[in-house]
């Protein structure tokens, strides 16, 4: 118990230090469907991120609507900037009472939390921040809620060895900043996320080596619904080429100590 409230004062001392709180994407589903009921399961993931990430010196142009703002935002804030990171870290605590299940945790530091239906075969698992309140944003400003929700279908293979498929639709987030116009170079600007849709599918498999820690490694495919790529690079007369945003994770992850 001491430990449990010791993560509750961490995760109330980031939510008020308000840095990048709102950050937020799928959970693992195969520690989802690692059952429980005597204690909590502990989770740790390690993500790579790659594909049509937003970096530096690249636009991932708004496909929803065009933004404007007014004057008195450009009179506050010299401009806006955002690069996705390509790395993720997550853990989590979670426990069944039969077949359902619930547990909370953190992405990067935003704590989230997580409830669904867990079974040998068949999973849902739904997914929130907590992060509801105003940040300085530019796109969706008023509205910070990102989550969502996973059918997972799983296939054990004796005790040890299990196979997963995986679809999600969500809501992510991502770090951006605005930084104001009197900033100096030390200043990394205000944290103002970026939230997106995304629709997707993955696998996973998951063993226990040595009978010790069960391992997983899960593979997971999102195409963005909100954002389209405009792309210059390599057209002289500055027309702009449209494609879509597509992103792929790697995650190891260790649960079940």
């Not at 996320?193 to 820690?213: H, L």
Request: charged share 20%.
């Amino acid at each position: 118990m001491n430990r449990l409230a010791h993560l509750l004062v961490l995760l109330v001392a980031v939510m008020l230090a308000g840095c990048s709180v709102a950050i937020i994407h799928p959970p693992s589903a195969a520690t989802f469907m690692e059952k429980s009921e005597d204690s909590f399961v502990k989770d740790f993931s390690v993500s790579a991120i790659w594909g049509d990430l937003a970096l530096v010196g690249e636009h991932v142009a708004d496909n929803i609507k065009k933004l404007e703002h007014s004057k008195e935002w450009y009179d506050k804030y010299h401009y806006y900037t955002g690069e996705e990171w390509p790395v993720d870290f997550q853990f989590s605590l979670q426990k069944n009472i039969g077949h359902f299940k619930y547990g909370f945790g953190l992405d990067y530091v935003t704590p989230y939390v997580q409830a669904g239906f867990v079974s040998d075969y068949f999973g849902v698992m739904g997914w929130s921040n907590l992060w509801l309140w105003q940040l300085e944003k530019v796109e969706h400003k008023y509205f910070q809620w990102g989550g969502g929700v996973s059918i997972i279908e799983q296939l054990p293979m004796g005790d040890n060895f299990r196979f997963g498929l995986t679809q999600h639709l969500s809501r992510n987030g991502r770090e951006a900043m605005v930084v104001e116009e009197s900033s100096s170079m030390l200043n990394v600007g205000l944290s103002a996320p970026i939230f997106y849709d995304e629709i997707g599918c993955g696998a996973y498999i998951s063993f226990i080596p040595y009978y010790v820690t069960r391992v997983s490694l899960e593979f997971r495919y999102g195409r963005d619904l909100t954002y389209k790529r405009k792309d210059y690079r390599g057209n002289p007369q500055k027309h702009e080429k449209i494609s879509d945003v597509d992103r792929y994770s790697l995650s190891l992850s260790f649960f079940g100590w």
